[in-house]
């Protein structure tokens, strides 16, 4: 989902400062929803560090490749929210990814804000849906498949659609143009067969962890029901 760079360029560029200023203010709606919900300051911070560590190595270890106008990764979004929460996964989104930057791809430093825009708001979309989906009454440890896989469906057809934004609003809708977004849309939705298996399996390990008790590494809707 690193748009390539040039894709949004000159003044146009400018929309993404507002996009990502939009995404920062959705992860801090859902930080404050953590702090006061979910474990406080201290589960906040420290699920936000693992989660950023998990993102960037994502960026760095899983296998990632150009297709179109921009990159196939396998983030794992919506597994980083079922463990974590919304806020850390956000967190951890907007801060491995910053990191990539700095320390490996400086040349997308300049799309940041495209990116994290990207990022953010599918999976506060899925976290959205995530409560329609899933009873309140149900830990996500016991989620179905169906269930996992309509929220990576969900944020991965989000990526896409915002993908496809940005490389419409930058490039237009020329036949080059319109053939690069088809197919990185159609490499991109693959992650989609594996996603959901990424989940049922994380989560059938976190359920050997049920404990009565609220941890500050994991989000507590994991092993227990909403209040």
């Not at 270890?61 to 150009?66: E, I, T």
């Not at 009873?135 to 469906?153: D, G, I, N």
């Not at 930058?170 to 959901?196: C, D, H, K, R, T």
């Amino acid at each position: 989902m690193h748009i390539e760079p040039g894709v949004v360029d000159g003044a146009k560029i400018v929309l993404s400062y507002a996009t990502a200023t939009a995404s920062f203010g959705l992860a801090a709606k859902m930080a404050v929803d953590t702090v006061r919900h979910d474990g406080g300051v201290a589960a906040l911070a420290t699920r936000s560090a693992i989660t950023t560590a998990l993102v960037f190595s994502f960026f760095e270890v899983l296998p990632h490749y150009p297709v179109g106008v921009s990159e196939v990764h396998l983030i794992l979004g919506s597994t980083l929210y079922l463990l974590f929460g919304a806020a850390p996964a956000a967190i951890g989104l907007a801060a491995g990814l910053l990191l990539q930057g700095l320390f490996f791809a400086p040349f997308d430093l300049p799309q940041y804000g495209i990116n994290v825009t990207t990022l953010i708001v599918p999976l506060w979309g899925v976290s959205m849906l995530a409560r329609r989906l899933i009873p309140a009454r149900t830990p996500y440890v016991e989620v179905k498949y169906w269930q996992a896989l309509s929220l990576s469906t969900a944020y991965q057809g989000g990526i896409v659609a915002w993908v496809a934004f940005w490389a419409f609003y930058g490039s237009g809708f020329g036949a080059q143009n319109l053939a690069a977004v088809g197919s990185f849309g159609v490499a991109y939705m693959s992650v989609i067969i594996l996603e959901p298996l990424a989940d049922l399996a994380v989560l059938a390990a976190a359920k050997t962890l049920t404990s009565g008790s609220r941890s500050l590494l994991l989000y507590n809707r994991l092993h227990h029901g909403a209040n």
